[in-house]
Antibody, heavy 111, light 112 residues
Framework: QVQLKESGPGLVQPSQTLSLTCTVSGFSLTSNSVHWVRQPPGKGLEWVGA???????DYNSALKSRLSISRDTSKSQVFLKMNSLQTEDTAIYFC?????WGQGVMVTVSS | DIVMTQAPLSVSVTPGESASISCRSS???????????VYWYLQKPGKSPQLLIYRMSNLASGVPDRFSGSGSETDFTLKISRVEAEDVGIYYC?????????FGSGTKLEIK
């Protein structure tokens, strides 16, 4: 059974760094890509980036300078790090295979 | 970036009737491998998106066959036959052809 579950802080201060973890089960990270997609409150979906089965990454060019996605295959975990957070980064962050989706984690950027 | 434009913004449907949602891309989503990389998702209230249609016309696992996808290289349609109350939510089209992957702004389906 494929599952993805996001975890991380619900509140981050402006200019600080966001660190999120996606723990997966039911599939191998070395055979499947994992993506991050975010959704600001009441708005649509924005693709953030991905780590591919081979370990290479792709980022949304609008976020690329602040973003890093990595993984630990031994722990079946994917990590997102985004620095210099601003209020516009407030959103639900989803970890997804684009077929299967995690439940999402709400991240609020506020002092 | 490829822009995905959906219409209408919202649709109200009587149970048992059909509904169609349109999506247009600013660039052809037909890859040289013959696959058209447009996907359809439904986000029910308070839930994560769920995949309905992949690669323009393929029904995702577990999705009722009341849902179908069709289109050309830049114009796509999601059709829902015999709409049920459980179909309410926001429908998104998305292109997974090139970075950055992008989504339409969504179409809200309501039941009359």
């Amino acid at each position: 059974q494929v599952q993805l579950k996001e975890s991380g802080p619900g509140l981050v201060q402006p200019s600080q760094t966001l660190s999120l973890t996606c723990t997966v089960s039911g599939f191998s990270l070395t055979s499947n890509s994992v993506h991050w997609v975010r959704q600001p409150p009441g708005k649509g979906l924005e693709w953030v980036g991905a780590i591919w089965s081979g370990g290479s990454t792709d980022y949304n060019s609008a976020l690329k300078s602040r973003l890093s996605i990595s993984r630990d295959t031994s722990k079946s975990q994917v990590f997102l790090k985004m620095n210099s957070l601003q209020t516009e980064d407030t959103a639900i962050y989803f970890c997804t295979r684009l077929s299967y989706w995690g439940q999402g984690v709400m991240v609020t950027v506020s002092s | 970036d490829i822009v995905m434009t959906q219409a209408p913004l919202s649709v109200s449907v009587t149970p048992g009737e059909s509904a169609s949602i349109s999506c247009r891309s600013s660039k052809s989503l037909l890859h040289s491998n013959g696959i058209t990389y447009v996907y359809w998702y439904l986000q029910k209230p308070g839930k994560s998106p769920q995949l309905l249609i992949y690669r323009m016309s393929n029904l995702a696992s577990g999705v009722p066959d009341r849902f179908s996808g069709s289109g050309s290289e830049t114009d796509f349609t999601l059709k829902i036959s015999r709409v049920e109350a459980e179909d309410v939510g926001i429908y998104y089209c998305g292109q997974l052809l090139e970075n950055p992957f992008t989504f339409g702004s969504g179409t809200k389906l309501e039941i009359k």
